[in-house]
Nanobody, 120 residues
Framework: QVQVVESGGGLVQPGGSLRLSCAASGSILRLNDMGWYRQAPGKERELVAVITSGGATRYADFVKGRFTISRDNAKNTVYLQMNSLKPEDTAVYYC??????????????WGQGTQVTVSS
């Protein structure tokens, strides 16, 4: 059993910052890519940022220069530092973890999501 749990969402004013955290725990042999996605009301879930086990990163164009993804492999945790937040960043943010449970079997899990609201 693997759990993926996000934290750190909340209400922030435009131009403000938030830091999201996501911890993966349970029967994980090795974590691979971890990523953040978001879903706004009435819209499809979209990629925000991904980080590989080696630390390579990829960002959606709409967050480049504002958001930073990082990870702590010792803690099986990924972070998303969000700066210069805009009202259009309002969404539920989901963490995704790709991992091996044995040498040859990989799985993928989602967290329950954390609400980020950017409003004055």
């Amino acid at each position: 059993q693997v759990q993926v749990v996000e934290s750190g969402g909340g209400l922030v004013q435009p131009g403000g910052s938030l830091r999201l955290s996501c911890a993966a725990s349970g029967s994980i042999l090795r974590l691979n890519d971890m990523g953040w996605y978001r879903q706004a009301p009435g819209k499809e879930r979209e990629l925000v940022a991904v980080i590989t086990s080696g630390g390579a990163t990829r960002y959606a164009d709409f967050v480049k220069g504002r958001f930073t993804i990082s990870r702590d492999n010792a803690k099986n945790t990924v972070y998303l530092q969000m700066n210069s937040l805009k009202p259009e960043d309002t969404a539920v943010y989901y963490c995704n973890a790709d991992y091996y449970i044995s040498d040859f079997r990989s799985k993928n899990s989602w967290g329950q999501g954390t609400q980020v609201t950017v409003s004055s």
